[in-house]
């Protein structure tokens, strides 16, 4: 057993000190954004500034509620980001699902196809794919922004490499029994992805969430907006509105902030095992 | 022997995946070299011109600002996003109580939409209203124009670039670290040696596959950086942090020049290519050592 020396003691001082500044740096900035959403027009920008003013109100999210298109945004982001993660599940459980379980002619090249899409990112072909959006209807329509984006190459390996753990003979088995390929998949294989599944939900929506370029290139009337292409917007106009943008930006946030809590070690615990990112 | 269901199956499974693949992505790809090479409006049917593009690109002083921005900030924000999940990684490896408390607190701003990351700090750092300007007269120091002064409004997006990215590369850091075998440290105290030694001498060696992960990851990351800016400073003060992606954006769908923009895009892909194609060799580096 050691005894704690005092060289010890203030080397823990000294890190928890540390570590008190950092947590102060990251959480900092977002807790005073939510703080000041609650601060009136003349409390925003009065100097010294207090944490939360003298009279807190919800006036902000009222204002923000009831003026624009608020709610349609909201519904839109709901909307896009709930069925596209669907979709991203369904799809590419299946995809990862196929090259982790079956030999066929042509896998290796197919497996290159995937891995070559991490070469493209949307950044790269935005024009071309401007006119593929054009050219199959999809722009100015929430379809656009749900569909393109469903596969992903990083949600490709993730399920592969999950059921490259998981043994065979349970397929074996159910072929015997005369079971098909398709109850297999689904009444079989299927169930035994639930955490995989699950990591995949949490990441697709908030990747749809948090989106910005894909509704940028597709959505053009306001009545489509999501939120970050409206949060984005209206702080680009010449004066900035910053109390409903507070209040916008809080309220947009919250899903996210619920998701992290909730689901917190489940979400650092993915990104290390998969190495997630869009 | 396989039947004619197992061996149809696979592909059945396959096609929502490749088509997607097909129609959204190596379809525009292929498309976007040919649209560089024409004069396109994206309305008029389009021109072909050449490499005129190309040719008109190399002397586009606003291309190679905008080139120029990118790569400062880049070369920049890159080994600063390294030196902070490296560090912060390292602090909560130290067997400290709280620790996933503190993980969870730096990773926090990842989770956070690049759009809303922008708005927070823009407002934090508001010249004239921003809470930082206030802490500095407090101290008895001037305001600092932030967002108005082009050396101050690049520093801004390289530091909240960082503070954005840092908690998620810090991750991979300390699954890392957690990956080196305690008996190194161990042999490494009986011989005497420090926290110093035993960085310099174990765990930077052992972690060098995670650290050229870290940097070509979070270097395709930042290079591709807009929405950030975008909300930050809006590429300005007179485009002294427009990158890349924004003049792109700007070209092809504010100014309609869509081919000339499909040329800039091709400089892009290049970047890209190559820091992808090194990732996919550190990446099959680290398959073999799993197996």
Do not use: H
């Amino acid at each position: 057993m050691k005894t704690k020396t005092w060289k010890d003691r203030s080397k823990s001082v000294l890190l928890a000190l540390i570590l008190f500044a950092l947590t102060f740096l990251f959480v900092m900035p977002i807790v005073w954004i939510i703080f000041s959403s609650f601060k009136s027009a003349g409390e925003l920008f009065k100097w010294p500034p207090s944490l939360l003013g003298k009279n807190p109100s919800l006036s902000n999210y009222s204002k923000a509620l009831s003026e624009g298109n608020f709610v349609v945004y909201f519904f839109n982001t709901v909307f896009t980001s709930v069925v596209a993660t669907i979709l991203t599940v369904v799809v590419n459980v299946m995809s990862g699902y196929a090259f982790a379980k079956y030999r066929f002619k042509g896998q290796t090249i197919l497996f290159g196809i995937v891995l070559a899409t991490l070469m493209i990112p949307l950044e790269v072909i935005m024009i071309p794919v401007f006119k593929v959006i054009v050219a199959t209807k999809l722009y100015n329509n929430l379809w656009g922004l749900i569909i393109p984006a469903v596969a992903s190459p990083t949600a490709v390996f993730l399920v592969r490499q999950y059921y490259t753990g998981i043994p065979s003979a349970y397929m074996e088995a159910a072929r015997i029994d005369g079971a098909s390929e398709f109850y297999i998949f689904t009444k079989i294989m299927l169930p035994m992805a639930k955490p995989i599944i699950s990591v995949l939900c949490i990441f697709s929506f908030m990747w749809r969430w948090n989106d910005y370029l894909w509704p940028k290139l597709v959505i053009n009337s306001k009545s489509k907006y999501t939120l970050q292409l409206a949060l984005a917007n209206f702080s680009g106009e010449y004066s900035v509105d910053w109390n409903s943008l507070l209040a916008m930006s809080v309220i947009s946030m919250i899903p996210v902030i619920v998701v992290f809590i909730s689901l917190q070690k489940y979400i650092i615990g993915g990104m290390t095992t998969g190495g997630v990112k869009e | 022997m396989k039947n004619f269901e197992q061996k149809i199956f696979p592909y059945l499974l396959l096609l929502p995946t490749i088509a997607i693949f097909g129609v959204f992505l190596f379809y525009p790809a292929v498309n976007g070299l040919w649209i560089s090479f024409t004069k396109w409006d994206g309305i008029n049917p389009q021109k072909f011109i050449g490499l005129k593009n190309y040719v008109d690109l190399l002397s586009d002083e606003s291309f190679w600002r905008a080139f120029l921005n990118t790569v400062v900030f880049t070369v920049i924000t890159v080994p600063a996003i390294y030196v902070s999940a490296l560090f912060l990684a390292l602090l909560l490896t130290q067997n400290i109580k709280g620790s996933s408390f503190f993980r969870a607190a730096f990773y926090w701003p990842t989770m956070v939409s690049t759009i809303i990351v922008g708005l927070s700090w823009r407002f934090l750092l508001g010249e004239d209203f921003g809470i930082i300007n206030y802490l500095l007269t407090a101290m008895g120091r001037s305001p600092v124009k932030w967002l108005t002064n082009p050396r101050a409004a690049m520093g801004v997006i390289i530091f909240v670039t960082t503070w954005s990215l840092a908690g998620y590369y810090m991750v991979m850091f300390i699954a890392g670290i957690k990956s080196i075998s305690e008996t190194y440290y161990e042999a490494a105290k009986i011989d005497g040696a420090g926290f110093v030694q035993q960085f310099r001498y174990i765990t930077l060696p052992l972690l060098k596959p995670t650290t050229l992960l870290v940097i070509v990851l979070s270097t395709v990351t930042v290079i591709k950086t807009y929405p950030l800016v975008f909300a930050l400073t809006q590429g300005g003060p007179a485009g002294a942090t427009k990158l890349m992606v924004q003049l792109i954006q700007e070209t092809g769908f504010d100014k309609n020049k869509m081919g000339y923009a499909s040329a800039m895009t091709m400089f892009l892909f290049i970047i890209l290519a190559v820091l992808t194609t090194i990732q996919f060799k550190l990446n099959q580096g680290g398959e073999q050592d799993e197996n």
